[in-house]
């Protein structure tokens, strides 16, 4: 055998356990994924919609149900949901699907329609809206409880619209004031904000009542 065809050989070689080695690894990544990042299936529990991870024993909050009562604009992030700790606020289920964390008001403050299609506040007008309009702030208190290591909210900027009995409308516009539990090793709250503890950085996601 030739030494030209010896090099080509080792050289095929060398590629082929390379092609093995980075095939391995994406196999492996694969797995760890699937085992660590899989929410796969969710529950309706005390308001909240609930994604949960048996394998990692874990589960994330996606959503909080109002119902309308005063005393329910107080959210208490659970620590735990039986044995699985409650690490985020919104996530991803399943193969990467997003469900970042949202109010669900009643109908009575949102239009049938407008349900889960929600308004910013740059497309409030009188070129949108041909109805006399307002827009009237809830207040709501969010209790983050120590586990809570990652968040993914939708609810900066948006606005439930309302069309009252008279053909005006009102645009409920959600606003949190957060306390975070002090033994958080990743968040912490001050003023009614919350923020990274790493950086000092406000948490973006939310439209705060810091007042």
Same mark, same amino acid.
């Given at each position: 055998?030739?030494?030209?065809? =010896? =090099?080509?050989?080792?050289?095929?070689?060398?590629?082929?356990?390379?092609?093995?080695?980075?095939?391995?690894?994406?196999?492996?990544?694969?797995?760890?994924?699937?085992?660590?990042?899989?929410?796969?299936?969710?529950?309706?529990?005390?308001?909240? =919609?609930?994604?949960?991870?048996?394998?990692?024993?874990?589960?994330?909050?996606?959503?909080?149900?109002?119902?309308?009562?005063?005393?329910?604009?107080?959210?208490?992030?659970?620590?735990?949901?039986?044995?699985?700790?409650?690490?985020?606020?919104?996530?991803?289920?399943?193969?990467?699907?997003?469900?970042?964390?949202?109010?669900?008001?009643?109908?009575?403050?949102?239009?049938?329609?407008?349900?889960?299609?929600?308004?910013?506040?740059?497309?409030?007008?009188?070129?949108?809206?041909?109805?006399?309009?307002?827009?009237?702030?809830?207040?709501?208190?969010?209790?983050?409880?120590?586990?809570?290591?990652?968040?993914?909210?939708?609810?900066?900027?948006?606005?439930? =619209?309302?069309?009252?009995?008279?053909?005006?409308?009102?645009?409920?516009?959600?606003?949190?004031?957060?306390?975070?539990?002090?033994?958080?090793?990743?968040?912490?709250?001050?003023?009614?904000?919350?923020?990274?503890?790493?950086?000092?950085?406000?948490?973006?996601?939310?439209?705060?009542?810091?007042?």
């Amino acid at each position: 055998m030739g030494e030209n065809m =010896k =090099k080509v050989l080792k050289i095929a070689a060398i590629c082929a356990c390379v092609l093995f080695v980075i095939l391995v690894i994406h196999f492996f990544m694969d797995f760890l994924h699937s085992f660590s990042s899989c929410f796969d299936h969710d529950v309706s529990v005390n308001n909240f =919609k609930i994604y949960c991870n048996d394998k990692a024993s874990c589960c994330f909050i996606s959503d909080y149900k109002w119902d309308g009562a005063e005393d329910t604009k107080v959210i208490n992030i659970p620590d735990k949901y039986e044995n699985l700790k409650v690490t985020k606020l919104g996530g991803y289920f399943g193969r990467g699907v997003n469900a970042p964390f949202m109010l669900e008001l009643p109908d009575s403050y949102c239009d049938e329609e407008d349900k889960y299609s929600n308004w910013s506040y740059s497309e409030i007008n009188s070129d949108t809206v041909s109805s006399p309009y307002s827009i009237e702030n809830i207040e709501f208190t969010l209790n983050v409880g120590k586990n809570i290591k990652d968040i993914n909210s939708g609810l900066a900027g948006i606005y439930y =619209k309302k069309t009252q009995d008279d053909g005006s409308v009102i645009f409920y516009h959600p606003v949190i004031y957060v306390n975070c539990d002090s033994a958080n090793p990743s968040f912490y709250s001050k003023d009614g904000s919350l923020f990274e503890k790493k950086t000092n950085k406000l948490v973006i996601g939310f439209d705060y009542n810091d007042n």
